[in-house]
């Protein structure tokens, strides 16, 4: 768990940073007082009350009262709920009103099939996150912010990745009834199996060669056959849809990702026979031209040492 206790830290640091004045938690204690209120399901509006105590104080410290509450909130589901009105973070904050967090999070991550993805249903083995960065080009984000996972970014040219695995496994044996949406840990580890397969050698180089994430993402088990299919994602089916549409619309701008690409067979094999027939004739002409300087350099020099005995015949006689 240490990736999310790093996560844990810069989280409190992020609303601690002005010397605690834009919350009114200042210790662990009050923390879990407040993480019980909302694993209990209180609505919003109930906690602030009870943290208040008194209806003058409530008046006076409800901005307070509310940033602690959304701090606690995103340290439990690890995603950003709320937003400090002195801090822009560039992720896309969770707005936290009313009605309790379980609410909340049943509304955000329900159930999404809008996107149509009937002309191909079925996930190519390909489709991984090792060649969506080196075929596609896309950028892989690392995001501590769950609402991010799978968000397409600056003009699909990188894509954000939720890679808290071991936060998501620890959450599905402890807080996965009554809090969580149904089926969204679940499916969540799936979408890593999809894309960071434990039993591809290019995922786990790409993985351990990058500091500072969660490295069991490459740990989340193998998609088979019937799992690779869009219909049996539900709350990340838009995202897949779309990301998938980016990779397979993607064309190869770069020598390497030509290299990569081989989605087209064909068109892979005859780029590379060009480039080898190209590369064969450029070297044998290169070949030949040496050659021929060789020739008439070595022609040249036994003339000259021909005229040079010829000179000392006739000076000789």
């Avoid at 009114?24 to 993480?35: D, N, Y």
């Avoid at 801090?87 to 809008?114: I, N, Y």
């Avoid at 044996?173 to 397969?197: N, Y």
């Avoid at 020739?295 to 015949?313: A, I, N, R, T």
């Amino acid at each position: 768990m240490g990736p999310y206790f790093e996560y844990y830290t810069s989280r409190c640091k992020e609303f601690l940073c002005d010397g605690g004045e834009n919350v009114s938690v200042k210790t662990h204690a009050e923390g879990l007082r407040i993480a019980r209120l909302i694993l209990q399901g209180e609505d919003k509006e109930a906690i602030l009350r009870e943290l208040a105590g008194g209806s003058e104080q409530y008046t006076r410290q409800r901005k307070l009262y509310e940033a602690s509450i959304d701090l606690i909130a995103g340290l439990l589901t690890m995603a950003d709920v709320g937003v400090l009105e002195s801090r822009a973070t560039g992720r896309r904050p969770l707005k936290w009103t009313t009605g309790s967090l379980h609410s909340l999070l049943a509304m955000e991550f329900a159930h999404q099939k809008e996107m149509d993805a009937t002309t191909n249903a079925k996930i190519e083995k390909r489709f991984i996150a090792n060649n969506i960065s080196k075929i596609a080009g896309i950028e892989l984000k690392w995001t501590n912010n769950l609402a991010d996972h799978l968000l397409l970014h600056g003009d699909d040219k990188s894509v954000y990745i939720f890679h808290h695995a071991e936060f998501l496994k620890f959450q599905s044996q402890v807080l996965a009834v009554g809090f969580w949406p149904d089926g969204l840990l679940e499916e969540t580890l799936r979408t890593l199996a999809l894309l960071f397969p434990q039993n591809d050698r290019g995922t786990r180089r790409l993985i351990a060669g990058i500091k500072g994430i969660d490295q069991t993402v490459r740990c989340c088990g193998i998609s088979r056959a019937q799992d690779r299919r869009f219909e049996k994602f539900s709350v990340w089916h838009d995202r897949l849809v779309i990301l998938k549409q980016a990779f397979d619309d993607s064309q190869p701008h770069k020598i390497t990702q030509w290299w990569w690409d081989r989605r087209n067979s064909v068109q892979w094999y005859t780029f590379w026979v060009a480039i080898l027939v190209f590369v064969l004739t450029v070297f044998f002409g290169t070949v030949q031209s040496i050659e021929g300087a060789l020739q008439v350099y070595l022609s040249y020099k036994s003339l000259q040492g021909e005229d040079g005995e010829g000179l000392h015949v006739r000076s000789s006689g």
